[in-house]
């Protein structure tokens, strides 16, 4: 099992949790969300980033040699890339450990450089691919010498050879799930959807520029061809998948509840990133609601994951960001199917109690089927939440604290309910007031609200007697 350790980085003072399919940080802003987030992320795509740096070696230093100390450099890059210079101020340990005897701690003592140790297993592993590459780019340089065509080298065969270089990483990581990171702030790459490819050339360029906004970005334009139709047409493209009446029927209720919050379809007609209202009416993304526009691209990255039969690995920012409390719930129900299919693993990051409430509803719903064998419930069975699936944690002040209910098996109420206690405490207060004043006041509250306040006040009164 994956497991995380990290000792004063950023915000976060000391936290150890092993990874599960859901995890969930939840916490007021600046808490250490997004570095939990980016660390786990950072540790599970270094993976693809030694792929990607293989592969353009092959292709841009063919007369170099690769070495293993090359790799660390990289690393070390990315690492300040994605974390920015601040976090460098001081002294910190991070551990990853991606299965047995396979971890990497990274430690910075005395304000020095960070040091990166990979356990031997791990080591020997990467060196050995090294080894293969360097030998594959020997026998690149004879076979050229034979003046044969460059182009017919790296054609079949070199795509073969980074085919298994791919599957010896995967196995060295123990991981073959694609990695995805979707961060705060996306209705920026909506609102310039129609010149992404500009904004992604001056990120490359620009360390002002989030490198996740840059790699977000490069992931939608990678991916956005794709949905130059109808989705509810896409499916029937997918050979063999007409059959499968359960992988349709997933589908389609994936697609109910897109709409549901939307309130439209994307698609990508012309070079064109459009919204449409309906069949033939449609309005250019970026002149899209802020709801709309930030909640696109969560939802259809799930889907194209979902119709290739690819598991993910992806991290969700603020799903909840600029959506009405009812499409905060629609959307952990997506989330929730996506992460129930096949080997996908999630992490969101979330302030909003609507959504962790939502959540123990899911939650909830697989205890009284575990418990009493019941299934005829109000939420369809395909969104239920395995509470051993889960970790959720509440991050602030540099603390972190568990907050699943070890009895219960939910989410301790404590975290949701804080501002509802606040709002009812300055109520009181106030309403207290007009009564000592002798007015009546008639709220329009309906009568289970007008029931809970009488209450209230009574409960109030008896205390005030005693």
């Known amino acids: 099992m994956q497991k995380i350790i990290i000792k004063n980085f950023g915000p976060i003072r000391e936290l150890e949790f092993n990874l599960n399919k859901f995890q969930i940080f939840f916490g007021p802003q600046a808490s250490g969300k997004s570095t939990l987030s980016k660390s786990v992320y950072y540790f599970k795509s270094i993976r693809d980033e030694i792929y990607e740096y293989i592969a353009n070696h092959l292709q841009t230093d063919r007369d170099r040699v690769l070495s293993y100390n090359n790799i660390i450099y990289k690393l070390n890059t990315r690492f300040r890339s994605l974390f920015g210079f601040n976090y460098l101020q001081g002294n910190f340990f991070m551990e990853f450990n991606y299965r047995d005897e396979y971890f990497l701690k990274l430690k910075r003592v005395n304000n020095r450089d960070i040091n990166f140790n990979f356990s031997k297993p791990f080591s020997s592993d990467l060196n050995r691919i090294i080894s293969l590459v360097n030998s594959y780019k020997e026998q690149l340089s004879k076979e050229k010498r034979k003046r044969e065509s460059l182009r017919s080298i790296l054609g079949v065969h070199h795509r073969s050879f980074l085919n298994k270089i791919k599957y010896m990483l995967n196995d060295t990581f123990g991981d073959d799930r694609e990695v995805l990171y979707i961060p705060a702030g996306r209705s920026l790459i909506s609102t310039l959807s129609n010149k992404l490819f500009l904004l992604f050339q001056i990120s490359e360029h620009d360390r002002n520029v989030d490198s996740l906004i840059r790699e977000f970005s490069e992931k939608i334009m990678d991916t956005r061809d794709y949905f130059d139709r109808d989705i509810n047409e896409l499916i029937y493209e997918k050979e063999g998948s007409t059959d499968d009446v359960d992988y349709k029927r997933k589908y389609f209720m994936f697609v109910e509840i897109l709409r549901n919050i939307l309130g439209g379809d994307y698609r990508f007609i012309e070079g064109k990133d459009r919204f449409y209202i309906n069949q033939r009416n449609y309005i250019p993304l970026n002149f899209a609601s802020s709801g709309q526009q930030?909640?696109?691209?969560?939802?259809?990255?799930?889907?194209?994951?979902?119709?290739?039969?690819?598991?993910?690995?992806?991290?969700?920012?603020?799903?909840?960001?600029?959506?009405?409390?009812?499409?905060?719930?629609?959307?952990?129900?997506?989330?929730?199917?996506?992460?129930?299919?096949?080997?996908?693993?999630?992490?969101?990051?979330?302030?909003?109690?609507?959504?962790?409430?939502?959540?123990?509803?899911?939650?909830?719903?697989?205890?009284?089927?575990?418990?009493?064998?019941?299934?005829?419930?109000?939420?369809?069975?395909?969104?239920?939440?395995?509470?051993?699936?889960?970790v959720a944690l509440f991050l602030s002040k540099g603390s972190v604290e568990n907050m699943m209910d070890d009895e219960t098996m939910l989410l301790t109420s404590k975290y949701i309910d804080t501002v509802s206690e606040l709002n009812s405490d300055e109520f009181e207060a106030m309403y207290r007031i007009e009564m000592e004043e002798g007015n009546t006041v008639n709220f329009d509250f309906d009568n289970e609200e007008s029931e809970l306040i009488n209450w209230f006040m009574s409960e109030g009164q008896q205390d005030d007697d005693k």
């Open 294 to 390: 930030e909640s696109v691209w969560i939802l259809y990255l799930m889907i194209y994951y979902y119709l290739e039969n690819k598991d993910c690995f992806i991290v969700i920012e603020e799903p909840e960001a600029h959506l009405f409390p009812k499409a905060q719930r629609d959307m952990l129900m997506a989330i929730s199917l996506f992460v129930n299919n096949k080997n996908n693993q999630c992490i969101i990051t979330t302030h909003s109690p609507y959504l962790v409430s939502s959540m123990n509803n899911l939650l909830y719903s697989q205890h009284i089927n575990k418990m009493y064998g019941r299934s005829d419930l109000a939420i369809d069975q395909e969104f239920w939440i395995d509470p051993q699936s889960v």
